[in-house]
């Protein structure tokens, strides 16, 4: 629903990731890290967690033109190497690591650290279908089909027009994608959120009522 270093150069050499895995309980009397929320059980996963290749992440956030005015979020954040790689390479302004299992936070929050952004990227315990995103200008999924048209209604109802959407693998249905590119052996799908009354938002709210 959805790849760290003290220098560039070992991001890259750290095999990097960012989607989707299973909830785990917290331990008793655990605390979450300095810019995560409370580590905590959550629902059962939507999908299993595989890692998104570094080139694939370069890729996702050249086509979204990712840069200093923006706030990046990623729904299924993993180890958190796409927040990490937007601020650390891209310049954003902030980003945001959504994930439902609090290892995948705890080890996004480790990577955090050896990465030294300092504040400008967090990572949230949370549903990425609770969660609020509406402050996003640009959003990084690696799920599923099922799951981009499930949140495609979230995306549509909170989001700006002009805020960017990438996708790593899978597509939203029938609402078609501005940019299709490869990288990394894997597609990278890109639209724009668009503005109501036009004919690109008839499309994005026909595919989402398709779920």
Do not use: C
Request: glycine share 8%.
């Amino acid at each position: 629903m959805k790849i760290l270093k003290l220098s560039y150069v070992l991001a890259f050499a750290l095999s990097f990731g960012g989607s989707y895995a299973s909830a785990q309980d917290q331990q008793p009397g655990s605390k979450a890290p300095k810019g995560t929320t409370a580590e905590k059980q959550l629902r059962s996963p939507d999908v299993v967690y595989v890692p998104t290749p570094a080139e694939t992440v370069d890729a996702m956030l050249k086509v979204a033109k990712v840069g200093k005015e923006d706030v990046v979020y990623d729904l299924g954040s993993g180890d958190g190497r796409i927040p990490i790689m937007a601020v650390q390479k891209y310049n954003a302004a902030r980003a945001i690591g959504i994930d439902i299992n609090p290892d995948r936070i705890k080890e996004a929050q480790a990577n955090h650290k050896a990465a030294g952004v300092g504040d400008r990227v967090r990572f949230l315990n949370e549903d990425l279908f609770q969660a609020d995103i509406s402050e996003a200008t640009v959003v990084t999924l690696y799920l599923l089909p099922s799951l981009n048209l499930k949140l495609l209604p979230k995306l549509l109802s909170e989001l700006k027009p002009g805020t960017r959407i990438v996708s790593h693998a899978f597509d939203m249905g029938s609402w078609k994608p501005q940019q299709t590119l490869n990288a990394g052996g894997s597609t990278v799908y890109f639209w724009t959120i668009p503005a109501k009354g036009t004919p690109e938002y008839e499309a994005a709210s026909t595919a989402a009522s398709k779920t």
